[in-house]
């Protein structure tokens, strides 16, 4: 056999073994995390929410990114917690995570919550912050939302509150 089909076999049986490598990698991976549960899923699926909300967008004032679902605010309500928060009560609401973490709760447990939370404040994680607009991303898959989105309605600076604007639902679930 020549030296040249020696390195032809060589880089043939280093192609196929590479093959079968990733190959039986991707079949452990898919069997511990389902394809539903991944990044590249959640990847492909932002991608197509986005577009769509690229797409969709029609008025000034309205978010770059559109929420899936939209939450009806009620102004007057969300100006008489801005006065309460002045006053020193409710801080958190200064806090775009923390509303979503109360936000997302209570969908979780509209009866009320009783102890602690049932999404962690730690797997909350700000994808997008102007100042004016917030998007919270909920990470793991025990919540039934994927994104919360958030606006300061009453006051755009640091001593306005966040309001839950929308949302976007986390899919088959």
Sequence with gaps: MSDRENKLRKKWFYGISYVAVISTLSIILNTIVPIGKTNIAYAVESIKTLTSSIA????????????QV???VDLEREKNNQKSVDAGHSPW?????FVTQVFVSLKISPEGIQGDYPIKYENLKIVKNTEKEAIVEVLGDTAPIRRVYLQRLVRQDSTGIWTVVGYDPVFNK
């Excluded at 008025?59 to 559109?66: I, K, L, R, T, Y």
């Excluded at 609401?93 to 995570?97: C, G, I």
């Design 56 to 67: 969709d967008q029609s008025s000034v004032g309205e978010f770059a990114d559109n929420p």
């Design 70 to 72: 939209k939450v009806p």
């Design 93 to 97: 609401k200064l806090d775009p995570v």
